[in-house]
């Protein structure tokens, strides 16, 4: 079995974290933090995400201003009094790269039977879920619909009604955040469905780049209609520094390939032509499903991909995942109740800071307990989709 994106990633992962939480945390009656940088505040805020609250952080450089977290902090020396008055009762996770130990470990000795470390890895991949984030790339879907029909989707396009999304509505939007972000808007995505289905695509291009003048623009398309295109779609595109990536699927393309290429180069517009695992692999099947009825662990999320990696704006909300959107297709197509509801998306208009943004998609949407993520996988060679419910769905 592979999984999907985390070519280390096994059962065993999942496994490691379950005894995490559901032995060493409970094995203690508080827990801390060492170091209350970029590890530490991840650690910690993946850990409320996960339904524990830590009782503070502990550092080496206790004259350091801390005032601004409201997280209790300890010195070295404070809490090897505090761990002495209550042993075995304080657990204390190493919030620091590994660089740092051989300096810091010979001072925590006193709790060594008592202290939990993740690898580098792991350390990362908490960081990237629930770290402080500098910039942000969110793309838009212009379209529900698709020319191509793939095995369990991950949009569930497939069985999504037809539906374009208004230019006007876009503008206003990634106004909205531009205003709220600045420069810290890295990237636009004009993707999902299929972008080159929506009649004024162009016209979407053209007001991303006049909005934002720094953001790199990338639309993701399956090419089908890329054999058609105008001198002036190219022109467009390389006037406005558009990266084009072309999922290369194994289906039969009307035009050759070849031809595409030229074009590109002859308007020097950016294109790149993208298998699976690698440029040269066609694209394989994924199914990445959910279950009815939640319940999931909440630590599983760590393990997704698509977690803050697929930010998407829709109808005023942000969103940490494009799974709100298979949720809604599926709802209507199999008569199943939908979970998503308001809190897991942010209403760009009545959020105040591009802070909030930024922390917003740090967090765990609560429509996570629905997903299989540790059936997440790879099932080999491209397939259409049948619309079948256990496409997405594997109860
Ligand atoms: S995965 Fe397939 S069906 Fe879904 S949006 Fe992409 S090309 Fe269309
Ligand atoms: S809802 Fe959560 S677990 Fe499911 S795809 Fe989105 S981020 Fe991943």
Redesign the pocket.
Known sequence: MKFANLDKMSQSDFELFDSFFLKWIPAYQEIWVFGMGDYGKAIRNFLKECGFVISGFVVSAPEKNYAEDSDPVMSISEFKAHHHSAKGKRGLIMGVSSLYYAEILPKLYFAYDDMYFFDETYKELISSHCGARKGMKISWHLTSH?????YS??????IAPKRFYDLAQYKKELRRVYDLLGERLIYIGLT???PLLHPEFLEFVVCTRQISSAARIHVIT?GLLLGNQSDTFWSVLSANQVKLSW?K?PVKYPFDVKDVFAKAEQFGALLEYVGDSSYMAD?ESWEMRAATKGGENPWDYIFCFMHNNCIAVNNRRLYTCHKKFSWEYCAAKFNIDNPVCNDDGLDIFQAETGDELLEFVSQRPRMCAYCKVRDFRCIGSWLP?KRERGEWFCD
Do not use: F, H, M, V
């Not at 989707?153 to 497939?158: L, N, S, T």
């Open positions: 698709c020319n191509l029909s793939c989707c991950q949009i569930a396009a497939p999902a469905a299929e399956n999922t699927y694209k989709s």
